[in-house]
């Protein structure tokens, strides 16, 4: 079980909100993470630097900050086999809902748009029945 | 190369608020999803904090005419919430609960998570691309992910639309 940390949680939410203004006001860009990764495949030259950039600092920045301070908790309590399932369904799910957490969840709910208003309330319960039955049902 | 320094940091920040937040744990969001058990509310507070911060981005950008290093604002051409919007995301909430990963703090662990993370960004990359394939593949659409093709611009170059 994990503790309760609002100040941390707070913190990181407004770095990321920044990082989601930061990307609108100088590209023009949705933040959104899966977006911005599914799109590189098939995306013509000029729209790739932009994404491998994003993504380069995205992978880079927890990267340099676990060299500086040390790596940050993190349990993953799934097995290969739940890893890889849970895998492929949020790589399909993303795409064919056009939006992940990021996309959706902060940037869109941020733009009021009843799409992503509809998406977050729908993956937000899909999840948690799926931890409810795994946990509480199954007991895994 | 304004626009991919801009972009880098972007990323850069993104990458270091799921840090802070907490959110690249699995188990620090699966706690937050088992609303049922010993609840997390972390999760809650790294949206309402992110959420207010990302719409003063976006009302800023209402008011310009142009992005800073673009030519124009890419705003996703879908309006419609169909069936397509909602099936892909109770898959994608299903995967989410099963291991506490979404792509952003799955992309953030890249680094220093060993091969659980691997292993998940791997099968992403494959669900990602069994989508792709499902699609009918290779054509790019434009439009889909906003305009398919934006000229590479300096900052402060944006042209009126």
Request: net charge positive; charged share 10%.
């Amino acid at each position: 079980m994990t503790q309760f940390t609002p100040w941390s949680a707070a913190a990181g939410g407004a770095l990321i909100g920044a990082a989601a203004a930061l990307l609108w006001v100088a590209l023009g860009r949705i933040a959104g993470i899966s977006g911005i990764l599914g799109g590189l495949a098939g995306a013509p030259a000029g729209e790739r630097g932009w994404r491998l950039a994003f993504l380069a600092g995205l992978v880079g920045a927890p990267l340099v900050a676990a060299a500086a301070f040390g790596a940050p908790e993190a349990l993953v309590a799934a097995g290969p086999a739940r890893l890889a399932l849970a895998g492929l369904l949020v790589g399909f799910g993303t795409r064919l809902g056009t939006g992940c957490t990021s996309g959706h969840g902060v940037c869109g709910i941020a733009r009021l748009s009843p799409r992503s208003i509809a998406a977050t309330g729908v993956f937000m319960a899909t999840a948690a029945a799926t931890v409810f039955v795994a946990r509480h049902v199954l007991g895994s | 190369m304004p626009r991919i320094l801009a972009a880098l940091a972007a990323g850069l920040l993104f990458g270091l608020g799921l840090v802070v937040s907490g959110m690249v744990n699995p188990a620090k969001v699966l706690g937050f999803l088992d609303v049922a058990g010993d609840w997390d509310p972390s999760l809650a507070f790294v949206m309402a904090a992110a959420i207010p911060v990302a719409a003063l981005g976006f009302q800023l950008g209402g008011r310009m005419p142009a992005p800073l290093c673009a030519p124009a604002f890419a705003p996703p051409a879908r309006r419609r919430i169909d069936a397509r919007l909602l099936g892909g995301a109770a898959l994608f909430g299903i995967g989410w609960g099963l291991a506490g990963f979404c792509p952003g703090p799955a992309l953030a662990s890249l680094g220093f998570g060993g091969w659980p993370v691997l292993g998940f960004v791997a099968a992403m990359l494959a669900g990602m691309g069994l989508h792709r394939l499902a699609e009918g593949g290779a054509t790019p659409r434009p439009g889909r992910d906003g305009p398919g093709q934006v000229a590479p611009a300096q900052c402060g170059s944006g042209r009126r639309r």
